[in-house]
């Protein structure tokens, strides 16, 4: 039991998580996707990334940290789809939009390992999450390390919101199902995650 913890299972229809699909590869091609490395050691992610909205979060031997261009490009990051802020209307319930759509694309392979995620000012706003392609083994704890996880298969077009407690717990991704999936033609999985970032006005 994880209290703030929402999962949505086929949340999107086929036709939306295809829409989707063309928004984010409309993204990718101002935006490609990048790997970002680890703060101090510099070593590479398994993962890719890219961003669209206001901002994005970044990785690199520097540290991490939410900037509003690319980090190859050096361009802004691409609007965020009006379909992914409906979505965060449609379920975030909190009155302000979010500013940052993480995109992470996940080979057969790739991982993420356990983390939280504290780098937002606006600790008070869920995160929605979207999975888009083949299933991912997501793996869900407390607040301290060593609390007790379990693990859930995310497939394509499930929605998953972290509100409340839920949103200081650790969390990762184990593996990922190499069989291809709709609405990808490739194996792989590529995972959405909408957040506020600021704190917003008052
Ligand atoms: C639980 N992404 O980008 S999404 C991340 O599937 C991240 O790519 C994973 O963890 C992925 O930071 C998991 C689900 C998720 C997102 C944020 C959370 C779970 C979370 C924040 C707190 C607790
Ligand atoms: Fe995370």
Aim: overall charge positive.
């Amino acid at each position: 039991m994880t209290e703030g913890l929402g999962l949505y299972p086929g949340y999107l229809d086929a036709p939306a998580q295809s829409a989707l699909l063309s928004a984010i590869r409309h993204a990718l091609s101002n935006a490609p996707l990048y790997r970002p490395s680890m703060p101090g050691s510099g070593k590479e992610f398994s993962v890719r990334m890219s961003n669209c909205g206001p901002l994005g979060w970044v990785s690199d031997r520097t540290g991490y940290r939410y900037q509003d261009h690319h980090p190859d490009t050096k361009q802004a990051w691409p609007e965020m789809p009006p379909a992914l802020l409906k979505l965060w209307q449609d379920l975030a319930g909190y009155p302000h939009p979010p500013e940052a759509c993480l995109i992470n694309w996940y080979e057969p392979g790739a991982r993420m390992g356990l983390h939280r995620d504290q780098d937002e000012a606006a600790r008070e706003a869920p995160v929605v999450s979207i999975s888009l392609g083949g299933r991912g083994l997501f793996r869900i704890g407390g607040p301290k390390r060593r609390d007790p996880t379990r693990s859930v298969w995310l497939s394509s077009g499930d929605v998953v919101i972290l509100a409340g407690s839920a949103r200081q717990c650790y969390h990762g991704i184990d593996r990922i199902d190499p069989t291809p999936a709709s609405p990808l033609v490739v194996p792989g999985r590529l995972n959405l995650t909408l957040r506020r970032v600021t704190q917003p006005p008052r």
